[in-house]
C-alpha cells in the first residue's frame, strides 16, 4: 500500500523556471492538500481539493496553482520560480476533510536559485 | 483568523524525564491532531482530539483537548532516546472546514 507519493524529492530551480510537483494517493481519498513547510516552521496550506474537479485557494496560495482531474493524482504548478518559494513541499490526503486524519507524502525539497 | 502557538519551541531533556508541550489556539475549535516529524522525514499522525475533554495515550505519550481553554497538551512520561523528534499540534479552522492550521512544532531532543 503506498499511501502518498510526491516526485520529485529533491529539485533545485533557476529564478523564473517552472516546475510541476507530482503527487498521487492510491488511498481512495477524496480530500488533498498542498502545504509549505519553511525552516523551523510549521505548515502553510497552499491549496487543497475536496474531490475530482473541485479546488480552492488556502493560506498561501500566490505564484501557485493546482488541478484535480482524477481523485488519485492532485498536481502543484509553480510558473515562475522565486527564492520565497523555496520550501520543503508536502502533498496530504484524507477521506473526510478534517474530521479524519491526514497522511502525508514524503515530502519534496525546493530550492530557487 | 485561527493562530495556534505552541510552547516550549525547543526543549531538552533526559531520558526518563516528564515533560509536557502545550498547544494554545486562538479561536473556538473542537478538533485537534498531533503528529509528529524525523528529521527530513515526513509527517506521522499520533493523535486525534476530537471533543471537549477527550484524552488519548499510545505509550510514554498522552495527548489532552480542553476545548474551552483552547488549550491541548502533548505528556510525556519517562522519556527515551527514540521519542526525539519534532512534534506539531494542528487545529481545525471552523471558519474554513476543511483547514487545519499548525503550531509552529516543539523540537525535542531526548539525551542519554
Known amino acids: 500500500n503506498a499511501g502518498v507519493t510526491q516526485t520529485p524529492k529533491f529539485r533545485i530551480l533557476k529564478i523564473g523556471q517552472s516546475m510541476t510537483l507530482q503527487c498521487t494517493q492510491d488511498?481512495?481519498?477524496?480530500?488533498m492538500y498542498w502545504y509549505r513547510q519553511d525552516p523551523g516552521m510549521g505548515l502553510k496550506l497552499i491549496y487543497y481539493s475536496v474531490g475530482a474537479g473541485i479546488t480552492d485557494k488556502g493560506e498561501v496560495p500566490n505564484g501557485y496553482n493546482v488541478s484535480r482531474s482524477t481523485t488519485e493524482d492532485f498536481p502543484l504548478r509553480l510558473e515562475l520560480a522565486a527564492p520565497s518559494q523555496t520550501s520543503v513541499y508536502f502533498c496530504?490526503?484524507?477521506?473526510?476533510?478534517?474530521?479524519?486524519?491526514?497522511?502525508f507524502g514524503q515530502g519534496t525539497r525546493l530550492t530557487v536559485v | 483568523e485561527l493562530k495556534v502557538e505552541q510552547n516550549p519551541l525547543f526543549l531538552s531533556m533526559q531520558e526518563g524525564k516528564n515533560y509536557t508541550i502545550y498547544c494554545n489556539y486562538s479561536t473556538t475549535s473542537d478538533r485537534l491532531y498531533w503528529y509528529r516529524q524525523d528529521p527530513g522525514k515526513s509527517l506521522e499522525s499520533l493523535f486525534v482530539l476530537l471533543s471537549n475533554g477527550a484524552v488519548k495515550q499510545e505509550g510514554r505519550l498522552m495527548a489532552s483537548l480542553d476545548t474551552k481553554a483552547r488549550l491541548s497538551t502533548l505528556h510525556i512520561t519517562a522519556a527515551v532516546h527514540d521519542l526525539s523528534a519534532t512534534y506539531f499540534c494542528a487545529v481545525v479552522s471552523i471558519q474554513g472546514a476543511q483547514k487545519l492550521v499548525f503550531g509552529q512544532g516543539t523540537r525535542l531532543t531526548i539525551n542519554p
Open positions: 488511498m481512495n481519498h477524496n480530500y
Open positions: 496530504a490526503s484524507s477521506f473526510q476533510g478534517t474530521n479524519t486524519e491526514a497522511f
